[in-house]
């Protein structure tokens, strides 16, 4: 006889657009930030990129808060050019991770920019790191050419996906 195995209540979060500059997005990259510092031994400085960038209707900002309201992840896009959006700086807490909360940002993301008529979306990621690029892939984005100047092949992918 088997015993029926107990699972995890699966954790309830809010995701609401909210400011590049909020303190709590901001607490979340440079949590990013250590992370891809750890894996790669630098990072692009997410200071470095200007709030408006994610400021509607050229870009979205998104913050994911668990019932607590501790912030547990976050995403955002922006314009790369007429027809196509950029996804940047996705992150989730590693306690929140496997439980699809990537998944729904990437989605809200893309559906924004697509409602505001965007046809593709770009992103890169590191090589390093294996969950965000299956995440990717699942979610139907295919490997391109590099379009950042300066980004190591070796090292950095470039997805697109049409929306």
């Known amino acids: ?81 007429a027809s196509t959006a950029e996804a940047k700086r996705m992150y989730v807490h590693p306690d929140t991770r496997g439980q699809s909360l990537g998944r729904e940002l990437l989605l809200r993301l893309e559906t924004d920019a697509r409602l505001r008529g965007y046809t593709h979306i770009r992103l890169g990621t590191g090589v390093a790191n294996v969950a965000a690029l299956t995440l990717y892939r699942h979610s139907g984005y295919l490997p391109i050419a590099p379009y950042r100047p300066g980004r190591d092949p070796q090292i950095n992918r470039a997805l697109r996906k049409a929306l």
């Open 1 to 81: 006889m088997t015993r029926p195995t107990r699972t995890q209540p699966p954790r309830l979060w809010a995701v609401t657009p909210a400011r590049y500059g909020n303190p709590d997005v901001q607490q979340l990259l440079r949590q990013l930030h250590a992370t891809q510092l750890e894996m790669y031994g630098y990072a692009d400085d997410p200071t470095d990129t200007p709030a408006e960038d994610y400021a509607p209707p050229q870009g979205l900002f998104l913050l994911a808060r668990e019932a607590t309201a501790r912030p547990t992840g976050c995403g955002g896009w922006r314009t790369l050019d």
